[in-house]
T-cell receptor, first 108, second 115 residues
């Protein structure tokens, strides 16, 4: 079993729909990261969170430490949100473990 | 200008050839990492370095070597490339001072194809 599991692997939505991507992990953490990888390949950090909830614009990330589970939500989705979303968890202070990613396609 | 750069961005080579991928950063970070990404798999750590001359093996170091001669540069070598090393390679950096949260900053990636 992978240390970081994401679901779904692929997700297609219509513009305007509410999106949820899930991440479950088995390693101990100090903070969980959500990353976005655009079709060109570049990876950017969206959120770091260690408790509760964070919101940036239409993106909301939540985490439940006890259940070792995090969700990334996108409200009023738009085609430009199409990307691969990756959950990452520090394995220790030396490196991180990454989920396989969720490929999101938002159709106009 | 990008804070973390990688060269080349794309490379096609033949089995048995020696390949070097370069990573440079202007963020002043101590820690640098090399990852590979394969379809359907998460990023996997190849090597990491906490400082100049410091080298540590990651999850999948076999077939690779690295060099950290300067704080700003971390190079990855494939001594004798093989087809299953075809992948997207990412360099990343992080700041020792924020190591507890371990936020990493990624380069744009190098797409390597070994024929």
């Amino acid at each position: 079993k992978n240390e970081v599991e994401q679901s779904p692997q692929n997700l297609t939505a219509q513009e305007g729909e509410f999106i949820t991507i899930n991440c479950s992990y088995s390693v101990g953490i100090s903070a969980l990261h959500w990353l976005q990888q655009h079709p060109g390949g570049g990876i950017v950090s969206l959120f770091m969170l260690s408790s509760g909830k964070k919101k940036h614009g239409r993106l909301i990330a939540t985490i439940n430490i006890q259940e070792k589970h995090s969700s990334l939500h996108i409200t009023a989705s738009h085609p430009r949100d199409s990307a691969v979303y990756i959950c990452a968890v520090p394995n220790n202070n030396n490196d991180m473990r990454f989920g396989a990613g969720t490929r999101l396609t938002v159709k106009p | 200008d990008a804070d973390v750069t990688q060269t080349p961005r794309n490379r096609i080579t033949k089995t048995g050839k020696r390949i070097m991928l370069e990573c440079s950063q202007t963020k002043g970070h101590d820690r640098m990492y090399w990852y590979r990404q394969d379809p359907g798999l998460g990023l996997r750590l190849i090597y990491y370095s906490f400082d100049v001359k410091d080298i540590n093996k990651g999850e999948i170091s076999d077939g690779y070597s690295v060099s950290r001669q300067a704080q700003a540069k971390f190079s990855l070598s494939l001594e004798s490339a093989i087809p299953n090393q075809t992948a997207l390679y990412f360099c990343a950096t992080s700041d020792l001072r924020t190591s507890l949260v371990n936020e990493q900053f990624f380069g744009p990636g190098t797409r390597l194809t070994v024929l």
